[in-house]
């Protein structure tokens, strides 16, 4: 997932990344259910695609790309998901955390990690 993002592409399912895997689909569900701890499939890529878009939005080379063009890079089909994904997920609106993110790079020392703090725990 993190090397080849499959959760960018669209329209995928559980049985095309299964088949893609080489393993059973009832595998795949269960390691994604239980040992991952997803409640179902598209939480297990919304929390990839969620990771993707909170590392860009943190981003300071990215402080100009619009939130709808990390959403869509992120696999994500329109903002209206990305944003409720979004707020479930960190406690904030995409843009609440980008300029929390943004606050914190301009205070924060050269080995500090911005995200660990801004939203929920990861």
Request: aromatic letters at 6%; proline letters at 7%.
């Amino acid at each position: 997932m993190a090397v080849e993002r499959p959760y960018r592409r669209e329209g995928l399912t559980i049985g095309s990344l299964s088949a893609e895997l080489g393993v059973p689909e009832y595998r795949l569900r269960q390691l994604i259910n239980e040992g991952l701890g997803h409640r179902n499939f598209n939480a297990f890529l919304n929390g990839s695609r969620i990771e993707e878009a909170k590392a860009a939005l943190a981003d300071p080379g990215q402080r100009e790309l619009p939130v709808l063009t990390i959403a869509m890079d992120a696999g994500f089909q329109s903002v209206g998901p990305f944003n409720r994904a979004f707020k479930a997920a960190t406690d904030l609106t995409p843009t609440e955390f980008r300029r929390l993110a943004m606050a914190m790079t301009a205070s924060a020392s050269p080995g500090d990690s911005v995200r660990s703090g801004i939203g929920k725990p990861d």
